[in-house]
């Protein structure tokens, strides 16, 4: 069976860290594009950072640049979201999703969620004081 399950959510004081994971069971991460997306009270879901251990290569948003870091760990069929830094406008819903077709980039800036393969049902992160 097939699943991605979010963890490591919670609140947390502007400043401060919190790291995301994202547990595959039924597929290989390495062998998957992985996105970290989020979506905030009435806005429009955006991708986050997105990341493949097929090609190497990573995506970052400019608003979590220099912040946030991706990675994997195949061995556990996990990747992880470090979010440092956090501020109040990185509250919302983040989910993690897997596709076999799309590189990163171009992953973390499509719009069309409902065509990746496989995605989890979300972890709420809140930055408050």
């Known amino acids: 069976q097939v699943q991605l399950v979010e963890s490591g959510g919670g609140l947390v004081q502007p400043g401060g860290s919190l790291r995301l994971s994202c547990g595959a069971s039924?597929?290989?991460?390495?062998?998957?594009?992985i996105g970290w997306f989020r979506q905030a009270p009435g806005r429009e879901r955006e991708g986050v950072s997105c990341?493949?251990?097929?090609?190497?290569?990573?995506y970052y948003a400019d608003s979590v640049k220099g912040r946030f870091t991706i990675s994997s760990d195949s061995a556990n069929n996990t990747v992880f979201l470090q979010m440092n830094s956090l501020k109040p406008e990185d509250t919302a819903v983040y989910y993690c999703?897997?596709?076999?077709?799309?590189?990163?980039?171009?992953?973390?800036?499509?719009?069309?969620?409902?065509?990746?393969?496989?995605w989890g049902k979300g972890t709420l992160v809140t930055v408050s004081s």
């Open positions: 990341t493949s251990d097929r090609d190497g290569s990573t």
């Open positions: 039924g597929f290989a991460v390495d062998l998957f594009t």
């Open positions: 999703a897997a596709d076999f077709t799309l590189i990163p980039k171009a992953m973390c800036n499509s719009r069309s969620y409902s065509g990746m393969d496989y």
